[in-house]
């Protein structure tokens, strides 16, 4: 079965500090991950995906995310955090051998980012 | 920018009350899906589409009920409300499976 697990709650950064959201995941065969943003009051907005090639993947508003086979890890980074950046981040997984298409999300894990 | 809309973006009604969620897309895709999600807590998917008269339940229990008679829409149904049913509604949808899902803004259903 698939699942995917975002081990924190809440991470706090400063401003200006690297952030780090972390996400694993288990699924057959070969992994399509996802992460989402969600604001306060708003719908979930698409940041970044992994497919296949580069482990390293960009995305909007300055985040990346590095694909870990070994660790069946896709921790979503930012090299310098800003106070806008703080709301509910969703990492989310599809099985590429699924024949369900269907998108499992993880808890949730809000980022709180402090001037 | 995201073109799926939801209404009504938010409703209060008793319980009892039938009650259809809303749910349209321009952008012509197969796939569609509904996700129930608490403040602040995680999605969990109750319906799904991949096309026209294809509709499944998710992975929650859900009393609501899905319809797709065209691509472009994708109807959630209450037909007796109930306070369990208070929460916020998210439909869904993509062109593909390696593809990013487009959110609507959500409807946030309370009932009384």
């Known amino acids: 079965a698939q699942s995917v697990a975002q081990p924190e709650d809440q991470v706090n950064v400063a401003e200006g500090n690297p952030l780090t959201v972390k996400c694993t995941y288990s699924?057959?065969?070969?992994?399509?991950l996802f992460w989402y943003v969600q604001y306060p009051n708003r719908g979930l907005q698409f940041l970044l995906k992994?497919?296949?090639?580069?482990?390293l993947v960009k995305g909007s508003y300055g985040f990346e995310a590095e694909f870990n086979k070994s660790q069946t890890s896709f921790h979503l980074k930012k090299p310098s955090a800003l106070v806008s950046d703080s709301a509910l981040y969703f990492c989310?997984?599809?099985?590429?051998?699924?024949?369900?298409?269907?998108?499992?999300f993880g808890q949730g894990t809000t980022l709180q980012v402090k001037p | 920018e995201a073109d799926i809309y939801q209404t009504p973006r938010y409703l209060v009604i008793g319980t009892g009350k039938k009650i259809t969620l809303e749910c349209s897309q321009t952008?012509?895709?197969?796939?569609m899906y509904w996700y129930q999600q608490d403040p602040g807590m995680e999605l969990h998917l109750i319906h799904y589409?991949?096309?026209?008269?294809?509709?499944e339940k998710g992975d929650l229990s859900s009393e609501s009920t899905v319809s797709r008679i065209r691509t472009e829409h994708f109807p959630l149904t209450l037909e007796s409300a109930r306070p369990s049913h208070t929460s916020q509604y998210l439909c869904?949808?993509?062109?593909?499976?390696?593809?990013?899902?487009?959110f609507g803004s959500g409807t946030q259903l309370s009932v009384l």
């Open positions: 589409s991949y096309g026209v008269n294809s509709t």
């Open positions: 699924v057959s065969g070969n992994p399509y």
């Open positions: 989310a997984v599809r099985g590429a051998n699924s024949n369900t298409g269907k998108l499992i």
């Open positions: 992994y497919i296949t090639g580069d482990n």
């Open positions: 952008m012509g895709h197969d796939k």
């Open positions: 869904a949808s993509s062109a593909g499976f390696r593809e990013k899902l487009f």
